[in-house]
Nanobody
Framework: VQLQASGGGLVQAGDSLRLSCVAS????????MGWFRQAPGKEREFVAA????????YFAESVKGRFTISRDDAQKTVYLQMNSLKPEDTAVYYC???????????????????WGQGTLVTVSS
């Protein structure tokens, strides 16, 4: 499975961005997907996750109400819509896939078995 994230860029506080993550693999519709971010000098942190069906979504408290996650199985793509961006949202954003069944501890990096290369989001004040 390969994951290709895109959509990052330089924006001002209050702006919006939509990140995309395109996956290879024939069974994308069975994958649980997540977004994480890593700011300079900090550990990678959970941002959002979505169940294989798209019915269940999960968000970090810091982005709840501002970010949404969605998926398009026909396009093998997961999206992260980011609104009302803040300077503290500045980070490299990574998408991740969980391809096997079992308990899904979605906020933990170890819950995912494939990772994309990351896309940089910079929010200026």
């Amino acid at each position: 499975v390969q994951l290709q994230a895109s959509g990052g860029g330089l924006v001002q506080a209050g702006d919006s961005l939509r990140l995309s993550c395109v996956a290879s693999g024939r069974t994308f519709s069975s994958y649980r997907m997540g977004w994480f971010r890593q700011a300079p000098g900090k550990e990678r942190e959970f941002v959002a996750a979505i169940s294989w069906s798209g019915v269940l979504t999960y968000f970090a408290e810091s982005v709840k109400g501002r970010f949404t996650i969605s998926r398009d199985d026909a396009q093998k793509t997961v999206y992260l819509q980011m609104n009302s961006l803040k300077p503290e949202d500045t980070a490299v954003y990574y998408c991740a896939a969980r391809t096997y069944a079992g308990d899904f501890d979605y906020p933990k990096t170890r819950a995912y078995d494939y990772w994309g290369q990351g896309t940089l989001v910079t929010v200026s004040s």
